[in-house]
């Protein structure tokens, strides 16, 4: 993995090496900021490779960039970009889809790498963005046609919360996550999905789907674990699918929607366990959705095969 962070560098040069060496030599685009705010300049990036792609997230003060034909020239590649901002957000001018998009927070772009772009932020404001850079040569869904697809947001795409659930799982390396080429391959082929370039009912893109509404609903499940009454029918409601059809989004992890719901409570029993000295073992239980001590006591043994104040100990005193 790829980490790097301002604070290692003098403030006035700061802005300068992000420029020259973050933006042009590693992502291909021009960088401006007034000369007076140049000096309180910030910013961190990482970037790892995942399963064939490149995994990246940037955070740092305001700022323009684009990406111009001397960038492109400069630095070229075949590549579907899936972009998310995360916070901040701005507007975004592209060259083939004429005319300003707006790109609020929590916002996914899809574009090709080799498109052109003008970006600038709406506040002075720090800003979040992660980004998915996928290669296309040898991809059975790659075409030609691609290279045209210019920056543009997709957030009122019906798409777009199972996306965000997978890019989040991708970016987490979520213990959930099968093979990694998998998981590019169905996150390039919901981005294309979104914009037309696929069509949703051919059987890859539909497994493609599958796997984001999967993720979509253990982000869920994470979410309400402390509703006793959590059910298949209300998470099946919130992915508009019928809770038949999300019993089958658990079966290629190997768990059942209840198997799995449990193990999230789980976990969340055993952090709390560990960070809450002054809560009781009841308080926590009932917390996290239990709503049967005899219950819990024994998915928890079971799981980790002593008593959760056992554990307690256990825990309390790793952390020592």
């Keep these: ?116 772009y003008k970006a600038t932020p709406d506040s002075d404001r720090d800003f979040l963005y992660r980004v998915i850079k996928i290669p296309l040569a040898g991809r059975d869904f790659a075409s030609r046609e691609l290279i045209d697809l210019s920056p543009a947001p997709i957030d009122r795409s019906s798409l777009t919360q199972p996306m965000l659930a997978l890019f ?62 959590l059910s298949p029918a209300h998470v099946a409601r919130e992915l508009s699918i019928s809770p038949r059809q999300l019993h089958i989004l658990f079966e290629p992890s190997g768990l059942s929607f209840a198997r799995t719901l449990v193990g999230l409570r789980l976990e969340r029993v055993r952090s709390l366990l560990r960070n809450r000295p002054e809560r009781t073992v009841a308080e926590i239980a009932y917390a996290c959705g239990f709503d049967s001590l005899a219950t819990f006591y024994r998915a928890f043994r079971a799981a980790y095969g002593m008593t959760p104040l056992d554990a307690r100990t256990e825990l309390y005193a790793g952390a020592q």
């Design 1 to 116: 993995m790829l980490r790097f962070t301002t604070d290692d560098i003098a403030a006035r040069d700061r802005f300068d090496h992000w420029r020259e060496v973050r933006g042009k030599g590693l992502f291909g685009v021009t960088i401006e900021l007034e000369p007076e705010k140049r000096a309180r300049f910030r910013g961190r990036m990482k970037a790892e490779e995942y399963g064939g792609a490149i995994v990246s997230e940037l955070e740092a003060s305001a700022y323009r960039v684009s990406r111009t034909q001397q960038d492109v020239a400069r630095l070229s590649g075949d590549n579907l970009l899936i972009s998310w901002q995360v916070a901040g957000g701005g507007w975004l001018e592209t060259g083939r889809r004429q005319g300003l998009h707006r790109v609020g927070a929590s916002a996914m772009t899809i574009g090709h790498s080799d498109q052109t």
């Design 168 to 229: 989040s799982a991708i970016g987490a390396r979520d213990a959930a996550l099968g093979d990694p080429a998998d998981c590019i391959d169905a996150m390039g082929r919901l981005g294309l999905m979104a914009t037309g370039k696929l069509p949703l009912h051919d059987p890859e893109n539909r497994t493609a789907l599958r796997m984001a509404l999967y993720h979509m609903a253990c982000a869920i499940l994470r979410r309400d674990l402390r509703r006793p009454e």
